[in-house]
């Protein structure tokens, strides 16, 4: 390792809070996502991943056989924060990470040649269907933004996720974001923290959100990445530029595998639900989704110089390289007497041909929503209620979203 590598590794690990415990087995109760049998036509790749609900797609994958299809055997290692992940990849302690997009800028902005490999998973639109909030005491004095002025609030890591998104979300609820303070505490410890007013919030992910409401009586006061934008961009899997040049096919293996997991992961929510810790099953699962969206990627990369996590603006295209599918997430809703498709809150009414995922919210055992169009007949059912997700490839003309059951509730919007 050169000096100059060393120097630069050295200024990452002074920003960042390195905790390097390995938490898997204590969070998710056992090792649920152990490897496959190998065999000769296997390769292994170790994956250094966070012991949070978003990076279970990955254990359902393999537990499927998706990477085995495609020639991968994975040996899992769980950390604690993405500043943890994107230290061991620099240090070769692993060759592909799941972990949050800030972490992957801090890391490429201060000469850690990384790069995303495939995306991963995004945040819901409000505090009632956002899977990662700031939490209180259900006897706490605060209830709104503007409360958390003065408080302490626990994230995983500092100068991480966390960090940017609370100060973003801060400033656009009108609060100065240097008036809180962040004290970095696992996750896995932060309910004991808020519980022993060592902390007067909490930022959490699933399935730690859920354990601190329904077993601690926590409330929600503010759900930061909604605030910032509907289906804001949180994790991603990626790996030392310098890996995936010297190994280009194995790095597409991982990302179809894993893309293939990803779409599974949210097509079948029980299936994922079933690897979390017993009695914590009925928790809020994220968006995952093998699209990027670069508008909003460009965004948090601009709220994180702002708020000092980097120094400069970290390049995108190197980053996120075209290799990664980029494409927006729409949001779908059908009610008994309702129907609508929204980009960023607005009504759809035309969009660029192109990649799209669609998060249909289906509401009503009466109505159901179905999309119709140039290659493109797909549904929710008619009885059924709940979350649906398609990445679907939109083409030029004109599109159809009604209901099978009442087709004068209807709506289109043309594709160019």
């Not at 077993?215 to 990626?238: K, T």
């Not at 390289?321 to 927006?328: M, N, R, W």
Request: charge should be positive.
């Amino acid at each position: 390792m050169g000096s100059r590598m060393r120097h630069r590794r050295a200024r990452f690990l002074g920003v960042a809070t390195v905790v390097g415990a390995v938490v898997g087995l204590t969070v998710f109760g056992g090792p649920a996502a152990s490897a496959p049998q190998r065999s000769a036509q296997t390769t292994e790749v170790t994956v250094v991943t966070l012991p949070i609900s978003n990076g279970l797609p990955l254990d359902l994958g393999i537990s499927k056989g998706f990477f085995r299809k495609h020639g991968i055997s994975i040996k899992k290692v769980t950390l604690q924060s993405g500043n943890d992940v994107v230290l061991a990849l620099a240090n070769n302690n692993g060759e592909i990470g799941y972990l949050g997009y800030v972490p992957a800028m801090i890391g490429r902005t201060q000469g850690i040649p990384f790069t995303v490999v495939a995306a991963s998973d995004v945040e819901g639109t409000s505090v009632t269907d956002n899977w990662q909030n700031i939490l209180v005491k259900s006897d706490s004095s605060i209830r709104t933004a503007a409360d958390l002025r003065g408080k302490t609030i626990a994230v995983n890591a500092l100068k991480g996720v966390g960090e940017v998104m609370i100060k973003a979300a801060l400033r656009k609820r009108g609060v100065n974001p240097s008036s809180i303070n962040l004290l970095a505490i696992p996750f896995p410890q932060m309910r004991a923290a808020l519980r022993n007013g060592q902390v007067d919030a909490i930022w959490t992910p699933e399935p730690f959100h859920s354990q601190a409401i329904n077993l601690d009586g926590a409330r929600i006061v503010l759900a930061p990445g909604p605030v910032l934008g509907r289906f804001w961009p949180i994790g991603c899997y990626g790996a030392r530029q310098d890996w995936v040049t010297r190994n280009p096919a194995l790095a597409r293996r991982f990302r179809l595998a894993i893309n293939e997991s990803l779409r599974y992961a949210q097509a079948n929510p029980n299936e994922i639900r079933a690897l979390l810790p017993a009695g914590t099953q009925n928790v809020r699962l994220p968006i995952w989704s093998p699209l990027i969206d670069r508008d909003h990627l460009l965004q948090l990369a601009k709220y994180s110089k702002q708020y000092g996590v980097i120094n400069t603006l970290p390049n995108l295209t190197q980053l996120v390289p075209s290799t990664v599918a980029a494409g927006k997430t729409l949001q779908g809703a059908v009610g008994r007497r309702f129907i609508l498709l929204r980009q960023d809150g607005k009504r759809v009414t035309r969009l660029t041909a192109g990649r799209y995922t669609f998060v249909v919210a289906d509401t009503s055992n009466r109505q159901n929503f179905r999309l119709t169009g140039p290659g493109v007949n797909r549904r929710t059912s008619v009885r059924g209620t709940g979350r649906s997700t398609w990445t679907l490839t939109l083409r030029r003309g004109k599109y159809t979203y009604t209901s099978s059951a009442r087709p004068s509730l209807k709506r289109t919007f043309r594709v160019t």
